[in-house]
C-alpha cells in the first residue's frame, strides 16, 4: 500500500534525526595525499564504497569494466585499501544519493559535477580535501574550476577533468546537401552569428526532408545546461548576475530568442512537442541520425556516446550561436571527486589515497582522462588526444564562464527552469514573461538559500 | 472438577498462544514495514526535514501544501484521474466480461489472457510502448490520424491532451484483473434466473439493471474500492511518460512526493504530502464501503 509514500517513511525510519553525515564529528584528516606524488598507505586494512556514474567509458561495452580495472590497478599499490564500487545512472541516482545521505548510508567516495557536489557541500556533508592538495597542483588550474570545486575557503571536490558543453551538428547530412559552407567548421574558432544558424536550420528543412533540423527539450531537468546556454547566447544574455546573487536571463533578447524556438517548432526548424521531450529523447534521435544538431554536446558526452551511435555519420563540435556573431558563452563540464563525511577518520584517508591516484597516478591520471573524454583541467596537461574535435574542445575553453551551478539555491532554481520553457513552448507564455516568472521564483529561491546558510 | 477446569484453561492458553504465534511473522511484517513507517511518516510530516536538517515545525508543511500551487494543481489531477478512471475501467471490464463470459472456455481464456497481459507485465515496458505510440514526430498515433488528414499532436506535450493521454494508458493497464473477477462472477449467476426473466419478456437492458448488477456488487465493491486505490497511486507511468509535464497537467500527487523526496530531498514535505493522500483515500474508501457495501448481497 501506497509503496512510495512507504519508501518515504522507510528513508526516514532508516536515519536518525540529526545524524546526517555532516553532522558526525570527526577529527583532522590523518592521511594527506599529495597531488602527484606517492600517498601514505592507511595503516591498517579499510574498506570504502564509491559510487559510479558511468563518467568512464565502458569497456567493451559492459559499464564499470574500466573502473573494476583501474581499482585492480589501485590495489597493487595499495593492498590495504579496499574499493566497493557501485555503478548509478544518471537518471535513478541522484535520488538514490539523496535516499542514501538521508539514510546515514551515503557512500565514501562520489565522481561527480558542482551542481550536487557544491549543495552538499554547503550542508556540511562533505569532508574537506585541502590537506591533500599541494601549492603546485592549486596554480597549475585555474580559478574557475576551484570556485565550482570549493564551499567558502574549503575544497570539497577534487577537480579532474573538463570540457565545455557545445552544440553538435551531424556532419554528413550537411556534406550530403552540399551546404557544409553553411557551418563555420572553416573558421578556427568556429564562432557564428543566429542569422547563419537559422539559414543552416533552413537548408537542412528544405534538402533533408527525413531530418529534423534542431531540437529543444523541457520535459525535465537533466542537461538544462544545454537550453540555458543555448538561450543565453541567443539572446546574448547570462543566466546569472556576475555575483551569483540573482538571475539575469530575463532580457528583452533572450525572450525573443525563446519565442523565436516556440515559433520555429511551429515552422518545423525546431523538433515537435519538445515540452515532453528529456535531453536523452534529442540526444537519442541525434545518435540515430535523425536530427541535425543537437543543443546538448561536449567532448566528454561525444566520447560516452561513441558506442550507442545507432547510424554511421560524423559529429562536430560547435559553439552556440550568438545574436550577433561576438564570442559565445558557454558552461562547462566539470567533474571532479568528493568524499562524504561519514564520520571515521580512515576511511576518509582511504578516500583521499584513492582520489589521488585517480587524478595523479602517473599511468591512471592520463588514461583516466582519456577514459572520461574530458580535458584536463591542469593547464598543463595537455593534447592528450589526437583529434581535431578534441583540439577544438580544447580550443573552445577560452568561452567557458562561470556557471549557475554554484549560485545558493542552484537545487531549487533548476526546478523553475523547465516549467518557464513549458509555458512558452506550450504558447501560455511570451518568452519575456517567461523568463521573468522564472527569475522571480529563482531569486526567491537564491535568497532563501542565502538565509539557510547563515 | 478443578483438574478438568485447569486441563481446560492449560488447553485454551495453549491455543490463544498457537495462534498468536502463528499471527506472528504477518504481524511483525505488518508492524516493520507498514505500521511503523505509517507512524514515523505522520512524525517527520511535522519537521522540516532535508538532508541536513532536523526541526519541529508543528503543521506548517500541511499548511504551506494548501498554499503550494503545484501540490493543489497535482491533488486535482489526482481526482479527475480517478473520476475517469475507475467508471471506465468498470464500464469497460464489464462490457468485455459480459461480452465474452458465455463464449466457449478456449475462447474466454484467449481473451482474460489478452486483457491480463498488461496486468503482468512491467509497467516500464509498457510505458516505453506507449511513448513510442505517443511520439510526436514518430508515433503509430500520429501516423493513423494522418491517414484522416489530421495535423500531428504532441500527445504528452499538449495542455489539451496529455492528462487524456495518461489516463488512456491507466485504463488499459487497470482492467486485467476486472475482467478476470467479472468474468467468474457472471458465470456464478444462476441461468434460471435470466431465463425467468427472459420469459416474462424483460429487455437485455432489464436483465442487466434488474438481475446482473445487483448480483454483481460484491465484485463491484472490491473491485472500485481497489481501482479506486491504485488509481489514487498513478507514479510511475506519469515519471515515465512526462515527469509530470507539460506545466504540470499530469502531476500527481504521487509523483509530487516522489519529486519532494528523491529529486529535492524534502522529506518532512513529502510525507506531509503522503498523509494527506492516505487521508483522503481512506474518506473515499470509507465512503464507497457505506454507499456501495449495503447494496452487496451475500
Redesign the interface.
Known amino acids: ?13 532508516c536515519s536518525s ?2 545524524n ?1 553525515p ?2 558526525k564529528t570527526t577529527s583532522e584528516p590523518q592521511n594527506t595525499a599529495s597531488g602527484g606524488s606517492e600517498a601514505t598507505p592507511a595503516a591498517k586494512p579499510v574498506e570504502i564504497t564509491w559510487w559510479n556514474f558511468p563518467n568512464f567509458q565502458a569497456l567493451d561495452g559492459e559499464v564499470g569494466k574500466y573502473e573494476k580495472e583501474m581499482i585492480a590497478a589501485f590495489n597493487q599499490k595499495h593492498p590495504e585499501i579496499k574499493v566497493n564500487l557501485e555503478m548509478i545512472t544518471f537518471d535513478g541516482g ?2 538514490k544519493l ?2 542514501a ?2 539514510s546515514n548510508s551515503a557512500p565514501d567516495v562520489i565522481y561527480d559535477a558542482p551542481g550536487r557536489i557544491i549543495d ?1 557541500g554547503k ?3 562533505l569532508a574537506p580535501l585541502d590537506d591533500m592538495i599541494p601549492q603546485d597542483v592549486r596554480s597549475d588550474i585555474p580559478d574557475a574550476f576551484w570556485k565550482q570545486s570549493m564551499v567558502g575557503d574549503k575544497t570539497v571536490m577534487y577537480p579532474i577533468n573538463t570540457a565545455p558543453f557545445m552544440m553538435a551538428v551531424n556532419k554528413t547530412v550537411f556534406e550530403k546537401i552540399g551546404a557544409l559552407d553553411l557551418l563555420p567548421l572553416d573558421r578556427k574558432d568556429r564562432v557564428w552569428s543566429f542569422d547563419e544558424y537559422k539559414a543552416a536550420l533552413q537548408a537542412v528543412k528544405e534538402k533533408a526532408l527525413d531530418v ?1 533540423p534542431s531540437v529543444f527539450f ?4 537533466a542537461g538544462d545546461q544545454g537550453t540555458r546556454a543555448y538561450i543565453a547566447n541567443l539572446g546574448l544574455s547570462s543566466f546569472l548576475k556576475d555575483d551569483l546573487s540573482a538571475i539575469a536571463i530575463n532580457t528583452d533578447q533572450a525572450g525573443a530568442a525563446l519565442d523565436w524556438i516556440a515559433q520555429a517548432q511551429k515552422d518545423k526548424l525546431v ?8 535531453a536523452s529523447d534529442v540526444n537519442d534521435l541525434f545518435l540515430q541520425g535523425k536530427v541535425a544538431f543537437s543543443i546538448n554536446y561536449s567532448a566528454v558526452l561525444k566520447a560516452q556516446n561513441s558506442t550507442l551511435k545507432k547510424a554511421e555519420f560524423e559529429e562536430a563540435l560547435l559553439p552556440f550561436p550568438t545574436l550577433d556573431g561576438s564570442a559565445p558563452k558557454l558552461e562547462p563540464y566539470l567533474g571532479g571527486m568528493a568524499i562524504f563525511n561519514n564520520g571515521d577518520d580512515a576511511k576518509i584517508a582511504a578516500a583521499k589515497t584513492f582520489i589521488d591516484f585517480v587524478a595523479n597516478d602517473e599511468v591512471y591520471g592520463k588514461k583516466n582522462l582519456i577514459q572520461t573524454g574530458g580535458l584536463s583541467v591542469r593547464n598543463s596537461v595537455t593534447g592528450l588526444y589526437d583529434d581535431e574535435e578534441y583540439a577544438y574542445s580544447e580550443l573552445a575553453r577560452q568561452f567557458i564562464t562561470a556557471p549557475p551551478t554554484i549560485a545558493d539555491g542552484y ?2 532554481i533548476r ?1 523553475y527552469w ?2 518557464a520553457l ?2 512558452v ?2 504558447g ?1 507564455q511570451t518568452g519575456k514573461e517567461a523568463l521573468d516568472s522564472f527569475a522571480k521564483s529563482a531569486d526567491e529561491a537564491i535568497a532563501k538559500a542565502k538565509a539557510q546558510l547563515k | 472438577m478443578l483438574l478438568t477446569a485447569l486441563k481446560s484453561k492449560r488447553l485454551l492458553w495453549r491455543e490463544w498462544l498457537a495462534s498468536y504465534l502463528f499471527l506472528l511473522p504477518a504481524l511483525a511484517f505488518f508492524l516493520l ?2 505500521a ?3 507512524l ?2 505522520a512524525y ?1 510530516s511535522l519537521f522540516d ?1 532535508s ?2 536538517r ?1 526541526e519541529f515545525i508543528g503543521l506548517r508543511n500541511y499548511a504551506d501544501l494548501f498554499r503550494d500551487k503545484t501540490f493543489l494543481k497535482s491533488m486535482k489531477n489526482t481526482i479527475l484521474i480517478v473520476l475517469i478512471t475507475v467508471p471506465a475501467v468498470i464500464a469497460f471490464s464489464i462490457f468485455v466480461s459480459n461480452t465474452i463470459y458465455r463464449k466457449s472456455e478456449l475462447a474466454r481464456s484467449f481473451f482474460r489472457g489478452v486483457f491480463y497481459l498488461p496486468a503482468v507485465s512491467s509497467v516500464v515496458s509498457i510505458t516505453v510502448v506507449w511513448a513510442s505510440i505517443y ?3 514518430y508515433g503509430i498515433l500520429n501516423y493513423v490520424t494522418s491517414l484522416f488528414g489530421a495535423e ?1 499532436i ?6 489539451r491532451t ?1 492528462l487524456f493521454a495518461i489516463i488512456a494508458v491507466l485504463v488499459t493497464t487497470s482492467v486485467g484483473q476486472p475482467i478476470i473477477l467479472y468474468v467468474a462472477a457472471l458465470g456464478n449467476i444462476p441461468t434460471s434466473y435470466i431465463e425467468a426473466a427472459q420469459i416474462d419478456r424483460a429487455t437485455p437492458g432489464q436483465i442487466f439493471r434488474k438481475i446482473i448488477w445487483p448480483m454483481l456488487m460484491p465484485t463491484n465493491l472490491y473491485i472500485i474500492v481497489i481501482t479506486t ?1 491504485n488509481t489514487f ?1 498513478t ?1 510511475a507511468i506519469v515519471q515515465l511518460l ?2 509530470g ?4 497537467a499530469t502531476s500527481t500527487v ?1 509523483y509530487g ?2 519529486e519532494k ?5 524534502s ?1 518532512g514535505v ?2 506531509a504530502m ?1 498523509m494527506l ?2 487521508v483522503v ?1 481512506g474518506i473515499i474508501s470509507l465512503i464507497q464501503f457505506k454507499f456501495l457495501g449495503s447494496d452487496v448481497e451475500y
Not at chain 1, 500500500?1 to 525510519?13: E, K
Not at chain 1, 523538433?271 to 528529456?278: K, R, T, Y
Not at chain 2, 509535464?245 to 504540470?248: A, D, H, R, Y
Open positions: 500500500m501506497l509503496m512510495t509514500i512507504l519508501l518515504v517513511m522507510l528513508t526516514a525510519a534525526n540529526n546526517a555532516g553532522n541522484p535520488e539523496n535516499v545521505i538521508a552538499w550542508k556540511g556533508l529534423i523541457a520535459k525535465s531537468q523538433i515537435s512537442g519538445s515540452a515532453a521531450l528529456a537545487a531549487e526546478t523547465f516549467p513549458q509555458s513552448l506550450l501560455q | 514495514f507498514v511503523y513507517p505509517m514515523r511518516g517527520i526535514y538532508l541536513n532536523f511520439d510526436p514526430n500531428p504532441a500527445w504528452l506535450g499538449d495542455l496529455a486505490i497511486q507514479f512526462t515527469a509535464g507539460p506545466l504540470n504521487m512526493v516522489y523526496a528523491f529529486m529535492l530531498g522529506f513529502a510525507a503522503g493522500l492516505a483515500i
